[in-house]
DNA sequence: GAATGTATGTTGAATTTTCGACAAAAAGGT
DNA sequence: ACCTTTTTGTCGAAAATTCAACATACATTC
């Protein structure tokens, strides 16, 4: 029935449960299967917040606009990933923050309710559903955190460095690709773009850092 | 046996568990009373994240220090609050962030295992619990959120008025107590204290707010 | 391969923040 | 009431960001 088996059962909302019950999961859950095309929006800021996606293939990015069309991107959701549970479950009427796909996305939605009202089907693996997304969750908040530790240093040096050093961390070595164009990383960054290219070039004549594109190498 | 009944079954993490199923519950938590004098430190930055908090008496502050010892204040607890949840659930080796007693505070602590592991005596609100502490997790991401949205403007104006707007509409009426002293609000808000001081004093200027002390009215 | 559009790098002027220093005001202790 | 300490407000110089404008590089399309 469904083309992306493969990669639901990597998904962290069904860890620990095995794919033999995956088409039961699906079934009580009641998901349904939608396809954005790049650029296109796949919940509005202001909608009800209480359904849930899980990106199935391509990548969709959480984002926020100010009065002034200003862009902030919060996070990014890519296979197997989650996007919308953090407001669901937090039972909040409307989103603060809109998800768009970056690429041609393929997402399962269902709605957070299925989860959190215990199902009529009593289904075994309910509980463990549960507990992973208890721990979905938490993570998701420990991301936000990491931003939040990002931006919260005062020049656009030392966001970049701090944001450079975690990819670096992350990836396990010095040379790492970054998934954003330069305006996106600024909106990422909170910085002005034409200031973040100026500071790569500082950072490249210092020799400090080495880049092509999007590839990145701290030295 | 407890002092703080009243607090604790006003806990979200009890939400719909009553009164008289406390005492069992505590004692599957394995939870421990610990008292902190004000400036104590409750956890530290670095050490591993498995402990619980849930604030009895008082407050705590969680918050960071940098390289150069400018403090971040990311958020607070207070009575019948949790912390530290978050990183517990996540399950991360460590705190990366410490939690500091603002007064006076009573908690309880307890590990977090004793939540996720199935508990031995599979008492009966055990699911309820997992399921309590999911919305609080997601409703503290949230306020993540709300921190990062305000501190991603780019001047001290803006955060200050971002901040003091979000406060207005969470007291519902423009006069409302900023629970921060100036250094403080400048910590959380991400900004020097002196320019904090001289944009309030703008801004009071201009007519366009009134405040004495950490009372404030916007107009 | 020429043309078009987008992304990126560079620069200078205006604005804002930062930092240090200091004075005034408030709070706390004896 | 006095002294001490902490908090808050103010100021000016140095540093950084922002903004707009433009040049160059890169991609895409025809």
Redesign the pocket.
């Known amino acids: 029935m469904n083309l992306y088996y493969d990669t639901l059962k990597q998904s962290p909302l069904f860890a620990q449960i095995g794919q033999e019950n995956l088409t039961a999961m699906l079934g009580c859950l009641n998901t349904r299967e939608k396809h954005y095309q790049k650029g296109e929006t796949v919940f509005a800021e202001g909608e009800p917040a209480t359904q849930i996606g899980i990106v199935c293939k391509g990548e969709v990015q959480i984002e926020r606009m100010d009065y002034y069309g ?1 862009r902030t991107i919060v996070s990014r959701a890519s296979r197997g990933d989650l996007f919308g549970e953090t407001f669901a479950c937090a039972g909040i009427e409307q989103l603060p923050v809109s998800v768009i796909a970056t690429e041609d996305t393929d997402a399962l939605l269902f709605d957070c309710r299925r989860i959190t009202q215990s199902c009529c089907n009593a289904c075994a693996f309910h509980q463990q559903m549960i507990y992973n997304l208890l721990k979905i969750t938490a993570q998701k908040s420990l991301r936000l955190h990491q931003r939040a530790e990002i931006i919260s240093h ?6 970049l460095l701090a944001y450079l050093e975690r990819q670096a961390k992350e990836a396990g070595k010095n040379r790492f690709t970054v998934p954003f ?4 990383l600024a909106d990422y960054l ?13 950072l ?1 004549r210092e020799g400090i850092l080495r ?1 092509t ?2 590839e990145f190498e701290l030295l």
């Open positions: 200003n005062r020049t656009t040096r030392d966001k164009d330069r305006q996106a909170e910085v002005d773009r034409s200031g973040l290219s100026a500071e790569i070039s500082k490249r880049c594109k999007s």
